[in-house]
């Protein structure tokens, strides 16, 4: 199965930009495009949250209402790299976000019980 490292995180104003960047180890006969691929988040103290999702074929994406209209999921499969474009961001942005791949994409939901390879995650703090 595909292993995923995450990048990026890191200190940020309010309104300010991160983009943060998952990218894949996999074995010569497995694709990244095999997986669907995911962000969650988790703050201390709280369950781990989807924000967003992209389907293995890049043909749909997921958004939490929380990530919509400031975040923007996308990857590139010759690169084996994930990324979550975050924008506007806001305090309560301010969390652990992990990687994750899986074999199942949702339409209206993320399942963190979908997904079978996670990162071991990168840090961003939002400051006021």
């Known amino acids: 199965r595909v292993q995923v490292v995450e990048s990026g995180g890191g200190l940020v104003q309010v309104g300010g930009s ?53 975040f923007t999921i996308s990857k590139d499969d010759a690169k084996n790299t994930l990324f979550l474009q975050m924008n506007s961001l806001e305090p309560e942005d301010t969390a652990m976000y992990y990687c994750a791949a899986g074999r199942k994409f949702r339409e209206y939901t993320i399942e963190e019980s979908d997904f079978i390879s996670w990162g071991q995650g990168t840090q961003v703090t939002v400051s006021s």
């Open 18 to 70: 991160l983009r943060l960047t998952c990218t894949g180890s996999l074995t010569t006969t497995d694709r990244f495009d095999y997986y669907a691929m995911a962000w969650f988040r988790q703050t201390p103290g709280k369950e781990r949250e989807g924000v967003a999702c992209i389907k293995w074929d890049g043909s749909e994406v997921y958004y939490a209402d929380s990530a919509k209209g400031r």
